[in-house]
């Protein structure tokens, strides 16, 4: 494990880089030794400080879950990251370019949890038994590594790149979908730019939500009642410029549009 001081000078950088819409180099650069873990000690110390802040926890993200996206970022293990309430955007809204650096679209499926999950081994069922409600999400990632370029322990370190999310479409209850097979199109200014299922989330978007559920007990914690969990995107992300309007639409579930301004 790197030393706590050198934890804390990672954090101070990315708490920067995300604050200033600045981009770093990635962290292995400078500490070849970083580990993993040292990647979420890091996301440890910024959620202490923006807790400090008055900033609130909505719940957890899961990335890197889909082939399209490992591929895409030329990394091979899912990673885990917080979603703070304040950048989560209504539907139909306009995100602000300002405050962002190269910002990118992904499609996503949305657990809202209505009791605690915890355990090494969670199942589906107990997953599905456990959600409220399922719903369209969209995620804004912005990385704050020069042109997108990381690896799994800097990209952890920088909170996997969240940046802002959304959430809208038609809020469902589990059982009414089969949520292996639910068709998501995205559009960018009224043309098509990807086309997938959300059985390209690991087979089942659950099984995303299991994941982080096994890394949470790893780590000593469960999956508070009333979490936002996105499984992770099913697609490429999409790069966005302002103007861009990203429609997407998910089978039986709605639609959500945003506008970048
Ligand atoms: C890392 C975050 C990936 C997802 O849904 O796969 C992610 C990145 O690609 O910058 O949020
Ligand atoms: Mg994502």
């Not at 880089?17 to 979420?40: C, L, N, R, W």
């Not at 990807?194 to 299991?210: C, N």
Request: net charge negative.
């Amino acid at each position: 494990m790197l030393e706590t001081a050198t934890i804390q000078a990672i954090a101070d950088t990315v708490d920067w880089a995300q604050s200033s819409a600045s981009t770093i180099v990635k962290f292995t650069d400078a500490h070849p030794e970083m580990s993993i873990d040292d990647g979420y000690a890091v996301q440890d110390e910024l959620l202490r400080r923006w807790e400090a802040k008055g900033r609130r926890l909505a719940g957890l993200k899961a990335g890197l879950t889909s082939k399209a996206k490992m591929e895409q970022m030329g990394v091979d293990v899912p990673s885990f990251g917080m979603l703070m309430h304040d950048t989560c955007y209504p539907e139909g809204s306009q995100i602000p370019m300002a405050g962002l650096i190269h910002p990118r679209v992904e499609a996503e499926i949305a657990f809202v949890t209505k009791a605690e999950l915890s355990g090494p081994d969670v199942s589906v069922a107990e997953i599905l038994a456990a959600t409220d409600f399922i719903q369209p999400a969209l995620e804004i990632i912005d990385s704050r590594f020069e042109k997108f370029k990381f690896d799994l322990v800097s990209v952890i370190a920088d909170n996997g790149s969240s940046s802002r999310f959304v959430l809208g479409g038609r809020p469902m209850r589990p059982e009414a979908l089969d949520l292996a097979t639910v068709g998501i199109v995205m559009e960018k200014n009224g043309a098509s730019v990807a086309m997938t299922s959300s059985a390209a989330v690991l087979g089942h978007p659950a099984r995303a939500v299991q994941m982080l559920i096994a890394w949470l007990h790893g780590r000593g914690r469960s999956l508070p009642a009333g979490s936002v969990v996105l499984s992770g995107a099913a697609t490429e992300a999409a790069p966005v410029e302002a103007g861009d309007v990203i429609t997407t639409r998910f089978q039986d579930m709605g639609s959500i549009t945003v506008q970048f301004a």
